[in-house]
T-cell receptor, first 113, second 116 residues
Framework: DAGVTQSPTHLIKTRGQHVTLRCSPI?????VSWYQQVLGQGPQFIFQYYEKEERGRGNFPDRFSARQFPNYSSELNVNALLLGDSALYLC????????????FGSGTQLSVL | KNQVEQSPQSLIILEGKNCTLQ??????????LRWYKQDTGRGPVSLTIMTFSENTKSNGRYTATLDADTKQSSLHITASQLSDSASYICVVSPSPERAAGNKLTFGGGTRVLVKP
């Protein structure tokens, strides 16, 4: 079975642009969470979606938004990019809304110039 | 504020040697504590998960310990290999009632470099 897949793997944008990152969870997993990991730091929680509804939101500005599709894949959108948005964006899937089993994708490395 | 602090920030060890990484947390109430291994540019991979009632858990050459009274955990790597070079992240999950949204609290990680 395929693991959590994220696309693209790398992305370069300029300030003010917007970006869409995509995530496909493990087959059968209904929960998708997004995390931002700045170089040298641990991941920070951005959003969780379960059964296509937002179930949790971290301390991020409204420029960050996400959604989950009927097939449980998810998109993370970031508008008006800032230099500080440069980070590794991780997607994690889980079979339950709250549970121990959390599987991460390899991430999308976003560089904002 | 819930926090997870890890030490050291980084360390270098020789292949075949052992090392121990530390994690202190203030998350309360607490459900479980996890150790993840993260290779550079990759997503974290789970090594161990311990609930508050467990004191130790092993996964091959990795052994995690937990003292819920002092809110401390350690990860011991035995007979290190070059492939152990990675960041090791301590992650604490609040009680299930508060874990909605998978609001896990991540430590900053310890970067381990194993040299031949």
């Amino acid at each position: 079975d395929a693991g959590v897949t994220q696309s693209p793997t790398h992305l370069i944008k300029t300030r003010g642009q917007h970006v869409t990152l995509r995530c496909s969870p493990i087959s059968g997993h209904k929960s998708v969470s997004w995390y931002q990991q700045v170089l040298g730091q641990g991941p920070q929680f951005i959003f969780q979606y379960y059964e296509k509804e937002e179930r949790g939101r971290g301390n991020f500005p409204d420029r960050f938004s996400a959604r989950q599709f009927p097939n449980y894949s998810s998109e993370l959108n970031v508008n008006a990019l800032l230099l500080g948005d440069s980070a590794l964006y991780l997607c994690a899937s889980s079979p339950e809304r709250v549970g121990e089993k959390l599987f991460f994708g390899s991430g999308t490395q976003l560089s904002v110039l | 504020k819930n926090q997870v602090e890890q030490s050291p920030q980084s360390l270098i060890i020789l292949e075949g040697k052992n090392c121990t990484l530390q994690c202190n947390y203030t998350v309360s109430p607490f459900s479980n504590l996890r150790w993840y291994k993260q290779d550079t540019g990759r997503g974290p991979v789970s090594l161990t998960i311990m609930t508050f009632s467990e004191n130790t858990k092993s996964n091959g050459r990795y052994t995690a310990t937990l003292d819920a009274d002092t809110k401390q955990s350690s990860l011991h790597i035995t007979a290190s290999q070059l492939s152990d070079s990675a960041s090791y992240i301590c992650v604490v999950s609040p009680s299930p009632e508060r874990a909605a949204g998978n609001k896990l609290t991540f430590g900053g990680g310890t970067r381990v470099l194993v040299k031949p």
